[in-house]
C-alpha cells in the first residue's frame, strides 16, 4: 500500500497561487469537479480507527483550448470513478497515510456494492481542484462549499513538499491535519446549532 504525504494550507487567493506556481514553471495538469463520498462500517469502526473508505466521481473540466482542438468538436467532460481506502495518520511532519486507490468503471455500480455490504454513507460534498505538478510534487488548489479555499501539496517526502511549500510562499503558514470530510462533517454540526 502506497504512503500519502500531504500538507493542507487554508488559502485566500487561489488566483494568486495559480499564476505563481506557473510564474514557477509548474505544469497544469488537470481541472476537476470531484464528488466524494465517505463510508463507514453502522458501528463505525473506520473512523474510530482513524481510517476512511471513499468513492469519488471525477468529472475533468474541459478547458476552452482543449474544446477549440478536438477534432470532433466535442466539449464533453471526462468522468471516471475512484474507491480509496485511507489507513490511520503516521507521525509525520504533514500528514502521512497508507492508501490504497483503485478506478472503478461504474459509479453506481461501486455505490450499491458498497451499501450491499452493510457500508452506510456517512458525508458526501463536491469540490473543485486545480491540479499542477511542481519539482516532484502535486500541489492541489481546492475549492469546497461551506469550508472555503485550500492548497495541497503532495509528495514523495517531507523534505520535497517543504521547499515547494517555501517556492510558492506558504512555508510559513499552519498546516491542518484533518481530512476534509471531518472538516465539512464539523462545519455542517456547528451550522446545525
Sequence with gaps: MA???EAKIKADDLEALARRLLALGAKPLRDLRQEDIYFDSPDGRLKKSGC???????????N???VINDSAGAAENTA??????????????????PEAEVEVS??????????????????????????FGLAGCLV?????PVLGR???VEGPDEQTIGRVLKDI?????????????????????????
Design 3 to 5: 504512503v500519502e504525504i
Design 52 to 62: 476512511g473508505l471513499r468513492l469519488r466521481r471525477q468529472t475533468e473540466q474541459k
Design 64 to 66: 476552452q483550448n482543449d
Design 80 to 97: 471516471k470513478a475512484y474507491l480509496t481506502f485511507k489507513g490511520p495518520v503516521g507521525d509525520s511532519i504533514y500528514k502521512s497515510r
Design 106 to 131: 461504474d459509479f453506481d455500480c461501486a455505490l450499491r456494492m458498497l451499501e450491499s455490504l452493510g457500508y452506510k454513507r456517512r458525508i458526501s460534498f463536491e469540490k473543485r481542484r486545480r491540479i
Design 140 to 144: 492541489c488548489l481546492d475549492e469546497l
Design 150 to 152: 485550500f492548497v495541497e
Design 169 to 193: 510562499g506558504l512555508d510559513g503558514r499552519s498546516h491542518i491535519s484533518e481530512g476534509y470530510a471531518k472538516m465539512m462533517a464539523a462545519a455542517l454540526r456547528k451550522n446545525r446549532e
